[in-house]
């Protein structure tokens, strides 16, 4: 079969073309930050378009759609968090919760103009997966790898695979419960508590 004529072809070149890696990211900004002023289902293309001082042409011809663009911004602002390597896995703990706890606040907004968009949308879900979920797991897993490498974990205990769970849900729970964020002397206090006695380290 001939390839279609050059001239059925040039739509799709020009969707295809891109913005310069700064301008993209600052676009990328601008959506992100409406989603957590918002939430994802006020947000409007038009909104993107004069947050971003971007044409709005512009955004359906590089992204289709705000499903599309809201999920490309996540995965291209997604940056895992600092490698944390204190030499003892509480220290390595506290370093992690001390980085979980400066970005919780904007955290917390993002997850919250999502919460209902990403249970329709599995797009949207994967993205956000990648940015707010996935490198906070990874991270974990190096520290709980390395300890058991120094010998202060056991591979076979138990919680190791509750851990995420224990830490990320301590942070987000205590809005639920108790009407507070969660601050450093509270997460001081369940890692001691919680966290630490389970794994069976000091």
């Given at each position: 079969?001939?390839?279609?004529?050059?001239?059925?072809?040039?739509?799709?070149?020009?969707?295809?073309?891109?913005?310069?890696?700064?301008?993209?990211?600052?676009?990328?900004?601008?959506?992100?930050?409406?989603?957590?002023?918002?939430?994802?289902?006020?947000v409007s293309m038009?909104?993107?378009?004069?947050?971003?001082?971007?044409?709005?042409?512009?955004?359906?011809?590089?992204?289709?759609?705000?499903?599309?663009?809201?999920?490309?911004?996540?995965?291209?602002?997604?940056?895992?968090?600092?490698?944390?390597?204190?030499?003892?896995?509480?220290?390595?703990?506290?370093?992690?919760?001390?980085?979980?706890?400066?970005?919780?606040?904007?955290?917390?907004?993002?997850?919250?103009?999502?919460?209902?968009?990403?249970?329709?949308?599995?797009?949207?879900?994967?993205?956000?997966?990648?940015?707010?979920?996935?490198?906070?797991?990874?991270?974990?897993?190096?520290?709980?790898?390395?300890?058991?490498?120094?010998?202060?974990?056991?591979?076979?205990?138990?919680?190791?695979?509750?851990?995420?769970?224990?830490?990320?849900?301590?942070?987000?729970?205590?809005?639920?419960?108790?009407?507070?964020?969660?601050?450093?002397?509270?997460?001081?206090?369940f890692l001691?508590?919680?966290?630490?006695?389970?794994?069976?380290?000091?």
């Open positions: 079969m001939l390839p279609p004529p050059a001239t059925a072809r040039a739509p799709d070149r020009a969707r295809r073309s891109r913005l310069s890696p700064q301008r993209e990211r600052e676009l990328f900004t601008a959506v992100i930050g409406l989603v957590r002023e918002q939430g994802y289902e006020a038009d909104a993107v378009a004069a947050r971003a001082r971007s044409s709005k042409a512009t955004l359906y011809r590089q992204w289709e759609s705000k499903p599309k663009l809201v999920a490309t911004a996540l995965r291209g602002l997604a940056e895992g968090p600092p490698e944390v390597d204190t030499g003892s896995l509480a220290g390595d703990l506290r370093q992690m919760v001390h980085t979980f706890l400066s970005h919780a606040a904007e955290d917390a907004a993002l997850l919250s103009g999502l919460a209902h968009a990403v249970s329709k949308d599995p797009e949207l879900y994967r993205a956000m997966y990648e940015l707010h979920i996935r490198p906070g797991l990874d991270a974990l897993d190096a520290v709980l790898r390395r300890a058991e490498a120094r010998g202060e974990l056991h591979p076979d205990n138990p919680a190791r695979e509750f851990v995420p769970h224990l830490v990320i849900g301590a942070l987000s729970t205590r809005r639920l419960l108790e009407n507070r964020d969660a601050d450093a002397a509270y997460m001081e206090r001691r508590g919680a966290v630490f006695p389970v794994l069976g380290i000091a």
